[in-house]
């Protein structure tokens, strides 16, 4: 054929060009780089030694902290969503529906705002656990938003005929609804619900416009709080490999359950 | 003469604009098997569905032992205890053991305790020949055994009726002889059975009465030799005539 002549082995004329000019682009840059300001500003190891106990302690642990409760508030707020939006009762699924439309409409940067300056603000009213506890529930007002479409999704990807069955039975809809539908439909959530626990970790990064104490820090803001002291650049780079060792697990363990939710249908 | 175990009364239902059920007057006695025949898109499965209510009648109304479960007022989870359904697809919980599908609703809705609801279920088990795969996973188990379990899911509840939608019809031809022995046993034991089915040689052994529906409507009822054998009808006899094709 016409076409394979003007191939060389296995490297068509586009790949080689495109490799020469990759090789080009990354000479250059390390020619031009100033290597020495690169590492003392982003791979400081006497800064990253510095941030280390407090890192780990602090930062890390109150990431973590964030997300999982965050995630279950979430989770709860969501399962009481997604039953609404599948209810027979019309204001129930009416409220479920602009609740979740709006919640995933609006950024969340601006959710937590309203809960942390804009509720006290106008109503005088803190909500418990100061800033991060507003924070918290403010993550958890968008994450029940979002979960809530994916535990419908799950709900629904039950077959029929076993709400039927259990109903035939003499099981109530809500007995149904918990006994049986909603164990096979968390099997097939198990997934999503990773992934939005990983969106989770990183949405916990806008904790730091709301304004922590030195013991409430998340990683973003204990990044930050360090960038200002050494006027250096290198507590992003450690708090960034820090994300990528919780995430990057976790995003090949979805894929992996992925895999395994695709083969057991 | 004693209150029949299954009376429908001018039954209509409706699917948004499509009229299914066109007006069904129709009564089941204590220990009558009846099978309903026709070709399908007749409404003989959506008449089945009614009688335990999973499929809500526009209009009329349904009495199974002179109790009107049409009437809201009516405890249907109750009344289906005691109205066992086997669907065409087995519809067992593949989250659970065979021996949990058969547990569960004794344990939630009739209040057994465990061993109570397991001696009741290995009894079942046992009835419908299949005690050996308790504690497998309905995914383990032949389409002939799944619609076996199914059957001994619905018998755990203590019905005093069974109803069947298609028992047989997802199955492979060698798996239906076992299943169709398991309901030929239970008539003989006089249970009241309602049966949509088109394995005719069943409904000719087994039926004490056949009711032939098609277009909404009962177009003819009666015992097996007739409705089966000599049909009155045109449609009947076309309908019987395809069957015997197949």
Redesign the interface.
Known sequence: MATRKRRVGPWSLGTVVAWLITIFVVAMLAIVADWERIGHHFFNLEVAEAMLPQLLTVAARNTVIYTIASFCIGFVLALMLALMRLSSFGPARAFALAYIELFRGLPALVTLILLAFGIPIAFSLRIPGGSMGAAVTGLSIVAGAYMAETIRGGIEAV?R??M?????????HG?TMF??IL??AF?IMIPPLTNEFVLLIKDTSLFYVVGSTPATRELVKFARDFMSDRRNATPLTVIAIVYLLITLPLTYLVRRLEARVGRGR | MSTPAIQIIDLHKYFGDLEVLKGIDFQIDRGEVVCIVGPSGSGKSTLLRCV?L?EEPTSGQVLIDGINITDPSTDI??M??R???V?Q?F?????LTVLRNLT??QI???KRSKEEAETVAMDMLERVGVADKAHEYPIRCSGGQQQRV?IA??LC?GPEMMLFDEPTSALDPELVGEVLDVMRSLARDGMTMMVVTHEMGFAKDVADRVVFMDDGVIVEEGPPSEVLVNPRTDRARRFLRMVAEK
Request: glycine share 6%.
């Open positions: 077959p005929g076993q039927e069955a259990a109903r035939s039975l003499g099981m109530s007995r006994s049986i164990p096979q099997r | 335990n999973l989870d109750q289906r205890t109205i066992g359904m669907f697809q519809n067992l919980f593949p989250h569960i609703a939630k809705v009739l199914a899911r619905s509840m």
